[in-house]
Nanobody, 114 residues
């Protein structure tokens, strides 16, 4: 079973930046499309970004132009660079396999507040 460990969250002021990391166990990581998801209190988990095995990315409308997903297959790690953060970006952020998720990790809390 693949284990996912997210990190890099924290408290940031509006307009600030954070870089999230997610490491995954397993030897086939490099072949797998990954997604970044977030869940705000009382809301459904939503997909915010995807990155293919080859590094192609897609973004939700709410984060397009502000968030950038990347990956380092040698390190079994995906990243989410988040710039121009807004209070509505406040959520627990998770990574997982796109479309057919593994068990969820613990996520990392991002709080955008002045």
């Amino acid at each position: 079973q693949v284990q996912l460990v997210e990190s890099g969250g924290g408290l940031v002021q509006p307009g600030g930046s954070l870089r999230l990391s997610c490491s995954a166990s397993g030897s086939s990581f490099r072949l797998i499309a990954m997604g970044w998801y977030r869940q705000a209190p009382g809301q459904e988990r939503e997909l915010v970004a995807t990155i293919s095995s080859g590094g192609s990315t897609n973004y939700g409308d709410s984060v397009k132009g502000r968030f950038t997903a990347s990956r380092d297959n040698a390190k079994n790690t995906v990243y989410l660079q988040m710039n121009s953060l807004k209070p509505e970006d406040t959520a627990v952020y998770y990574c997982n396999r796109f479309r057919v998720p593994w068990s969820w990790g613990q996520g990392t809390q991002v709080t955008v507040s002045s």
